[in-house]
């Protein structure tokens, strides 16, 4: 008898409290979440209900107040800050809404800086591949003031999935985009995740967008209200 592979992401009671100038404010509230490896889930929700809270947590960017949160077979919880850069080197590509790009660095340079951290030496070459599979080979010199808005996120797709990572994060990556790039680098995106088999978890106010995922996860209040299928997707 075979046995399921374990999930890439599993959050038990996670719990994530801020601390601001009139107090602590409680932005999750014991949120429970299994994700498949390949999984492509879109996250939804109200402004304010948690959803990127919880993304940084994926990320090691912030650390769970209360619970626990294993991804990639990392608890998140337990690791000192050397451990987490290295987890999000290794395993976590990000695309944000507003780039994030260096500004004095090519697109060449700006994508194979992950690459260039793990210390590997074909960094430069590689960030070409990547930029050449996004449509933009013929950018790589251009700084980021030099690109359009779609190419900077495009850039950005890039730089999230030149080291193949197992999870890509996407924060609302259509948002500061007209629709014709939006939906350009969306399909840029499931392209990727489709072809690299990479989990993706996808925030968005766009349902459109959710659609495209095989699952919903929708957030209210620092906790998730549902989590659906999307019979259309999962049937294909």
Do not use: W
Not at 37 to 66: D, F, Q
Not at 127 to 143: I, M, N, P, Q
Not at 196 to 222: F, K, N, S, W, Y
């Amino acid at each position: 008898m075979t046995t399921a592979p374990p999930p890439l992401i599993t959050a038990t009671g996670l719990v994530f409290t801020a601390n601001a100038l009139s107090g602590p404010v409680h932005v999750l509230r014991g949120v429970d979440l299994s994700v498949a490896a390949g999984e492509a889930v879109g996250i939804v929700g109200p402004s304010g209900s948690g959803k990127t809270s919880l993304l940084m947590l994926l990320a090691g960017l912030e650390k769970p107040t209360a619970g626990r949160l294993d991804v990639a077979g990392h608890d998140i919880g337990t690791l000192d800050e050397d451990a987490l850069a290295r987890f999000r080197r290794d395993q976590i590509g990000i695309v944000f809404q507003s780039f994030h790009l260096i500004p004095t660095m090519t697109a060449l340079e700006n994508v194979a800086i992950p690459l260039e951290f793990a210390g590997r030496r074909d960094a430069f070459d590689r960030a070409a591949e990547a930029l050449a599979s996004v449509g933009l080979g013929h950018r790589l010199d251009h700084y980021p003031g030099q690109l359009s808005g779609g190419e900077q996120q495009r850039t950005a797709l890039a730089r999230a999935v030149v080291a193949e990572p197992r999870l890509i994060l996407a924060d609302e990556p259509t948002g500061n985009l007209d629709r014709g790039n939006g939906t350009a680098v969306m399909d840029l995106l499931f392209g990727l995740r489709a072809r690299l088999g990479t989990t993706l978890l996808l925030i968005t106010h766009d349902p459109a967008l959710a659609e495209r995922c095989g699952r919903q996860v929708r957030m209210e209040d620092g906790r998730i209200v549902s989590d659906t299928l999307n019979i259309r997707i999962a049937a294909e």
